[in-house]
């Protein structure tokens, strides 16, 4: 029989190497694109962030501002993973090569939000956010501005290019969230007299966790399936800057991410990190944003 002291010092070394592997120094991709957000109940209401009034001169009595509101909610999903330890590792006293396991459990515990996010803004042409319309799309409206296109997508088949995005990322609230009903942990479940262990002999631990993206602001990302060019780049730019609110006050807008795939990392660089243009022109885009190169686009 395994010493009950082995299973528990096992357990808690599972434990710490899953820790080490959920705060490991690298920043995950979400968090550079989505703002965190703790919720208390099976989902959370975002339909007050219709609209942020505008800070103004105070003349007379306050001028209470009414915030839209939408019906826009955030459900939680359930998250896990699990693993099974032969029991002859505990008799043998040879769990200890599955630290390394525990430790990538715990890397990927951290991550795996990123598959969430980035699953929205690569099907945000399609999918609905705070105003009822997809986050993508060609008519919203803010303010005096309407049919404002956050979407640049060409009627011709042949001239559709490989997406990529311009993103505000400056503001608390970013154009993502991600919303964390319970952080991911492991679990174990089992002793010797476990059914699991007495029918398959080995003992059980999984990663739990709940949560679920979601969409901010449409007015913090742009989307194009034009190539990817300065003049393009610049167009959508621009039309980011000059956003306005339904005061008819500037967002103060300021894009300084480019996310794009792998594949067009060499064109985002010529794009924004080349100080000249092929003419010799100086680049009017240099070091206008940086450059985000997803994996999961």
């Known amino acids: ?13 599972f434990a710490s190497r899953f820790d080490k592997g959920l705060s490991h120094n690298e920043e995950p991709f979400y968090m550079k ?3 965190v957000v703790p919720s208390k109940s099976s989902s959370t209401g975002y339909g007050f962030l219709g609209q942020i ?9 306050r001028q209470l501002a009414k915030l839209n509101e939408y019906e826009y909610e955030i459900k939680n ?3 896990e993973t699990s693993i099974a330890v032969k029991r002859t590792d505990f008799e043998d006293n040879d769990y200890g090569k599955y630290g390394i396991l525990f430790e990538d459990l715990g890397r990927e515990a951290s991550e795996f939000p990123d598959d969430h996010v980035f699953a929205l803004l690569k099907d945000g042409h399609t999918r609905l956010c705070l105003d009822g319309q997809n986050f993508f799309d060609t008519d919203h409206t803010t303010g005096e501005q309407v049919n ?3 979407y640049d997508h060409p009627t011709e088949p042949s001239e559709v290019f490989e997406a990529w995005y311009l993103l505000d990322t400056t503001r608390v609230l970013k154009p993502f969230l991600w919303q964390e009903r319970i952080k991911p942990e492991i ?5 010797h007299f476990d059914s699991h262990v007495f029918l398959k002999d080995e003992y059980l631990y999984g990663i739990r966790a709940r949560g679920n ?3 901010g602001f449409w007015q913090l990302a742009s989307k194009s399936n034009e190539a990817l060019t300065p003049e393009n780049f610049n167009k959508v730019y621009q039309r980011m800057l000059g956003l306005k609110g339904d005061s008819g006050r500037t967002l103060r807008i300021k894009p300084n991410v480019l996310v794009v795939p792998p594949s067009l990392r060499q064109l985002a660089h010529d794009v924004v990190k080349k100080e000249r243009l092929e003419n010799g022109e100086s680049n009017i885009n240099f070091d206008s944003v940086e450059i985000l190169v997803c994996p999961y686009l």
Do not use: C, H, R
């Not at 029989?1 to 070394?13: C, P, R």
């Not at 009034?53 to 009595?61: F, H, L, N, R, T």
């Not at 679990?187 to 002793?191: D, L, P, R």
């Open 1 to 13: 029989m395994i010493a009950g002291t082995n299973l528990k010092e096992a357990s808690t070394a």
């Open 33 to 35: 694109v989505a703002t």
């Open 53 to 61: 009034p505008a800070i103004k001169e105070w003349v007379g009595d």
């Open 77 to 79: 999903k359930l998250f």
């Open 148 to 150: 404002v296109s956050n």
């Open 187 to 191: 679990q174990n479940a089992g002793n």
């Open 213 to 215: 993206a979601g969409y």
